[in-house]
Structures are given as C-alpha cells and as structure tokens.
C-alpha cells in the first residue's frame, strides 16, 4: 500500500469516526446522567434524517441550514421521551434496570413502526444540496465535503458541550445530578427538569448527526440500527457516561473500520470493530475512560 | 412561628419511624432534637425536607404547608438540610459545591453576599476551592456542606449530627458557627445524639424516644431534668463532651 493510499485510508476513518463520535455522544450523556441505556437513540437519528429530509422539502433550504432547527426537533423529542415514557419507567418498584431497558426498547420499535408507515419503507435522499457528492482534493486525497463538514460539526458540539459542562450552572447541575441524583433537592434543584434537560440535549446532539447524516446517506426507517450498533460499541469502548471517552472511541472506531475495510472484503468492514470490541471487553470491561 | 410540625408520622421500610411528632421553631432560635439511636430524629429532618414523604400530620412553614411537597421545592422555600452523611459532590469541587448551593439564586450579584459570610464562617473552604470535595477532611466536609447549605439562603437551617465522628476542638467550632447563625437571623433545628454540646447552645430541646416526642423544654430546664441527665447526657457523654463553652447554658 502506498503512502498515499494509507493516508487516504486514515483521513477517511478519521472523518468517519469523528461523525461516529457526534452519534454516539449522546447516548452517553444520557447513561452517564442517569444509567439509563437508551435503546431508542437509534430511531433518534433516524427520525432526525427524516426531519432533515422533510425540512428541506417544505423549506427547499440546505441540510446545513436546517441543521440547528432539526437539533431543537430532537431536542424536544428527547425530552418528551424522557418526560412521557423514561420517567414512568424510573417508577418501577422491581426490576428498574429490566423495566428501563423494555421501555427504550418500546419506544424503539413504537418510532420504527410509525416511521414505516406514515414514510413508507421507500428509500429516500436529500437531493441537490451544497455539499452532496462534492469531494476536496488534498494532492491526490479526496475527501468528501459531507464528512469533512460532518467531523468539524462533531468538533464543535463536543468544545460546546464541554463548555456547557464545565462553565454553566446548568452543566454543573448535570455533573452534581450525575454524581448524586438524590441530593440535588439539597440544593433546590429538580432532577426530572435536569433529567428532562439532558434528554433532550442528548438527543438534539444525535439530531446533528442526522443533519449531517441526511447529507450522504439513504434515508428509511431501518437506518438507525445499524449507526446504533456502532453507537453502542463506540459508547463501551470510550467508557458508559464519559463523553471525551465517545470522542476517543468514535475516532478509534472509524479508523479500525476504515483499515478493515481495506484488508477484508468490503462486506466484512464491521468485523475489526466488533473484533476490537470484544478485546476492550475482556481487557477492560470499563472501557477506555469509565468507572466502574 | 416559623415552622410548626404538627402530628407527624412516617413510615419507614414499612414501620412507623415517628409517631404524632410536634415540634416547633422560631426565627432567632436554636432548638435541639435529641435521642437515641433509632428514636427517629434522622427521620423527623427528613421528612421535613422532602426527602421521606410523611404517612399523615402537618408541616407549616411561614405560614403554608409544605408536607408532600418535593425536596427541591421545599428547599427553595427556605430550608436547608445537611444530612448525617452530608450529601456532598465528591467528584466536584470545593468551588462547585458551594456555586450549586446557590442555584435558585443564579444571578452573580446575588452569590456574592452568601459566599462572603461562608468564607467568613470557615476561612479554611476558602484555601480549598480547586480541591475535590470527597478529599476533604471530615472537619472540612461538615464545614462544606453547611457551607452549601446556607448558599441556598435558607431561613431554617436543619443540621443532623454535625458533630458525628469530628475531633472535639472541631465539635466546638461547629457549635460556635451554629450559635453565630442563629444571632444572624438563621433558625436551626439540630439533631444530636450526644445531646450535651448541642443543648448549651440550644434555646429549646425535644427528646425523642421511639420514634415520639417524650420529653420538652427550654435547653436549660432539660439540663438540669434528671431523666434527660440520667438517659441521653449520662455518663458516656462525659468523656466526649468538647470543651465547655466559657459562660454558656448553666
């Protein structure tokens, strides 16, 4: 292989795991915030790809323009679905943990069936955008704009987010709330608004990634599970709940799925990943930056 | 009267841990809850705060009822809880803790007269800021969360055994820091195992004994009452009581 192509090969896995990062952040956050897996985040993304898709279509204005409307979408779905379904679940009197994971679960396939029909399973794509099908050419390496707009995207909602976390009282209540869930009331703060909150964040920064997603990709109700797969690989591999830890493993995701693509035949792309998986598995069930 | 508990009762893990307490406090007091282990003094604060929802009686503050009431609600009316295992954010810093004390009141302006009268209370928080909460003394944790607490500007400040597992050179300093907030116009409630420090800075005392209030009294009555001696101050209290307080009680 030569340099050139190696380069390639890892420019492409960078871009790639960057946007893998932006899609799995949230559904760190939330488990972080609460210890709540949410099985849903995948129809999160797929229902922002709609809203993208459907945006432009009324609007006839660019995904990149949209993209902050879609996030507010996605903002209040995620809170709504904390709000309407998470919150009952967190009653459970036996089995929490069991109740949580089948009311996500629920939710997900409730989302995928409305989906399929009220959009049909007919495949769909945002046509004629700025960015769509357009590649950079960096001497003889070709990026597409998608992915290089997508990555620096990721980039910027993870600086926001870390400036939220670290230098706002809304984000020193989500670290006391994920620290203590309890004792926030100590200090007059209502953790079902911070969980609210941080549901909807969560999901408004999954909605990012289906904006930029809706760019490159085709759209139907299924799409959502397989980015999903790689959310959750990408989550237990950066550690549950550490949201630099998503942005280390989305990277070292892409690269890992960008170099298997290269040696395996294209079809087995997905195996180096589930292969790297399994070793921080075994190694470290924590995860790269977790705590157990 | 500031707070008034009238006939409260909670269940805890199916049993009644208080039954038809009452007890009352005013603006300007000190009053001491005191009793045994398990006569349900940690049940009383916390069923005050919100944190324990009472089975059936009435918890009146400034007037209104606050008895179901969730705890961040009832801390925003003004009272504020420091639980026996105090509840910090261990993770968090020093500066984090006491700037989520004062999130209902989030204007700058408005932190800055809370922080000041902490620092001024326990200069020693002040050279901690950038320091981990949950590495902390246990001195400094209490110091701490009663810090946070009155970032909330509480107009009751509810205290559970402040004085548990400290040095008694730090038990007086945290009874001084009491008795100074009450002359600041902050009512404290106090519960206290070890009755002896708390009662001679108390203006009022409650005795409570499986869970009701069985003795009550001005602090200097209960004192001098052979039973509360006899009982809750006897001798094991002698060997750990803190320094007496020059001209204080009897």
């Known amino acids: ?292 | 009267m500031l707070l008034e508990v009238r006939g409260l009762s909670t269940a805890y893990q199916g049993l009644l841990a208080i039954q038809g307490v009452s007890i009352e406090v005013d603006t300007g007091e000190i009053v001491v809850v005191a009793g045994a282990n398990g006569a349900g003094k940690s049940t009383l604060l916390k069923s005050i705060s919100g944190m324990e929802r009472p089975r059936s009686g009435e918890v009146v503050f400034d007037g209104a009822r606050i008895d179901g009431l969730p705890g961040h609600a009832i801390t925003a009316r003004g009272i504020a809880y420091v639980p026996e295992n105090k509840r910090l954010f261990p993770r968090l810093s020093v500066s984090d803790n006491l700037r989520l004390g004062s999130y209902l009141h989030r204007k700058e302006a408005d932190r800055e007269a809370p922080l000041e009268r902490v620092f001024t209370l326990f200069p020693r928080l002040k050279e901690r800021l950038p320091q981990r909460a949950g590495t902390l003394s246990g001195g400094e944790q209490q110091m701490l969360a009663i810090g946070r607490a009155l970032m909330t500007r509480p107009r009751l400040l509810m205290l559970d055994e402040p004085s548990l597992g400290l040095a008694p050179l730090i038990v007086a300093e945290v009874m001084r820091t009491v008795a100074r907030l009450r002359d600041e116009g902050v009512a404290i409630l106090l519960v206290e195992q070890n009755a002896r420090a708390a009662l001679q800075i108390a203006d009022h005392g409650y005795v409570l004994d499986g869970g009701s209030v069985v003795l009550q009294g001005d602090s200097r009555t209960l004192q001098g009452d052979a039973r509360v001696v006899e009982t809750y101050l006897g001798t094991l209290a002698v060997d750990d009581a803190p320094p007496s307080r020059a001209a204080s009680g009897r």
Do not use: C
């Open chain 1, 1 to 292: 292989m030569t340099t050139q192509a190696l380069v390639q090969v890892l420019a492409s896995g960078l871009l790639m795991g960057l946007i893998y990062a932006l899609i799995a952040v949230g559904l760190s956050l939330i488990f972080g915030l609460m210890d709540v897996v949410n099985f849903a985040h995948g129809e999160f993304l797929m229902l922002a790809m709609y809203a993208t898709f459907g945006l432009v279509l009324v609007t006839q204005l660019d995904p990149v323009v949209l993209m902050p409307l879609v996030a507010a979408l996605l903002f209040v779905l995620g809170a709504a679905a904390y709000l309407g379904v998470v919150r009952f679940a967190m009653r459970a009197k036996a089995n929490q943990g069991m109740v949580q994971i089948f009311a996500t679960f629920g939710l997900a396939i409730l989302l995928q069936g409305a989906a399929q029909y009220l959009f049909t399973p007919d495949y769909r794509n945002v046509q004629n955008t700025w960015l769509g099908g357009r590649t950079l050419d960096l001497g003889g390496i070709f990026l597409p704009w998608p992915q290089i707009f997508g990555a620096f995207v990721s980039l910027a909602a993870f600086g926001g987010l870390h400036l939220l976390m670290s230098r706002t009282d809304f984000g020193r209540a989500l670290e006391a709330t994920r620290e203590d869930q309890g004792a926030v009331a100590l200090v007059g703060i209502d953790r079902n608004r911070v969980f609210a909150l941080g549901w909807g964040l969560g999901a408004a920064l999954v909605g990012l990634a289906g904006a930029v997603l809706a760019i490159f990709y085709y759209i139907h109700p299924q799409v959502g599970a397989s980015f999903a797969l790689i959310a959750y690989v990408t989550v237990a591999l950066g550690g549950f709940g550490s949201v630099g830890g998503a942005l280390v493993a989305g990277i070292i995701v892409g690269l890992v799925e960008a170099v298997t693509a290269v040696i395996l035949p294209p079809a087995l792309k997905s195996i180096g990943v589930y292969a790297l998986y399994l070793a921080v598995v075994f190694a470290r069930p924590q995860g790269l930056f977790g705590r157990l």
